[in-house]
């Protein structure tokens, strides 16, 4: 469930205006959970129940909050990621420029949509006989600096896929359940890279 809470990557007033070209901000999204075959509260109960995001134009920062709560720093220049766990004494370095699964099948959905007031564009895919649909913004988009070497888990594929827009809602469809991530709140503002930095007494292992 992790996994798809941080691919995803990614509600706001109609009195918000859009001032930069790429969003640089943080980002708020809620998860639940659909099924007739298992209970809601259960497969909620063993997942991130949402999760936060910080972005610019170069760094890409996530917090899941639940059970399994995981933090990861990305630097899209090298490509690299910074990743800890609350179990962890200290970050794990990755490269995430190698992909380690092979690319899903992209189908663009020829159709406008306003989700919890965003205009947007979508795609679905199809992975090893499971389907997922993006739901992405037309106006708020991300730094393409940001995800194109970040070719683990599919991530540059779904980016460019997407435009560079930021995820409005993503329906994630299993045999048992469907998982649904919604963005819950959009707060555009100017983030110095500072604010991705960890303190020097951090651990890193690996890299």
Known sequence: MRLLTLLTILIVSSSFNKKLKYFSG????????????????SLMANSPNGSFYLLNDRYYKGLTYGKDSALFILDGTTGRSLYKTKKDDG??????????????????????????????????????????????SIEYKMNPTVYSKHNKWNWKQLMEAAEGGITIKSVHSTDSYDLIIELDSLNEYNLDNKEFKIKETEIVKGC
């Open 26 to 41: 943080k980002l708020i999204y809620k998860q639940t959970y659909k099924s007739d075959k298992v209970s809601a509260d």
């Open 91 to 136: 970050f794990t370095c990755v490269d995430n420029t190698t992909n380690n699964m092979k690319p899903g099948t992209i189908k663009h959905l020829d159709n406008v949509e306003t989700i919890n007031g965003f205009k947007c564009k979508s795609f679905e895919v199809t992975l090893n006989g499971r389907r997922s649909v993006y739901y992405y």
